[in-house]
């Protein structure tokens, strides 16, 4: 079993920054990738970034390149988004999630999640 608890989200004018951290207890945290999701009102959740285990590859949807930053510290067992230039459309609750093996885009292939955090960002 991994617990993962996101914090870091909050309300941030258009054009600001957040930074969302992701705490993971349980089994050991660097034989997981990791992966962030967002998941609008009304709409499906959808895939932001993920990361490999020793953080040395990620990949990010094309909505957010250029603009958000997956990362993570093994020794602190946390991943991390940066998010910077934030627009309107990055409003969500954005999850963490953790798999074992291989990162993947794909929300059905992570086996733990956690609560969420609210992101809001008003024009």
């Known amino acids: 079993q991994v617990q993962l608890v996101e914090s870091g989200g909050g309300l941030v004018q258009a054009g600001g920054s957040l930074r969302l951290s992701c705490a993971a207890s349980?089994?050991?945290?660097?034989?997981?990738?990791m992966g962030w999701f967002r998941q609008a009102p009304g709409k499906e959740r959808e895939f932001v970034a993920a990361i490999n285990w020793s953080g040395g590859n990620t990949v990010g949807s094309d909505s957010v390149k250029g603009r958000f930053t997956i990362s993570r510290d093994n020794t602190k067992n946390t991943v991390y988004l940066q998010m910077n230039s934030l627009n309107p459309e990055d409003t969500a609750v954005y999850y963490c999630a953790a798999r074992p093996g291989r990162w993947s885009r794909w929300v059905h292939e992570y086996s733990y999640w956690g609560q969420g955090t609210q992101v809001t960002v008003s024009s």
């Open positions: 349980g089994r050991t945290f660097s034989a997981y990738a």
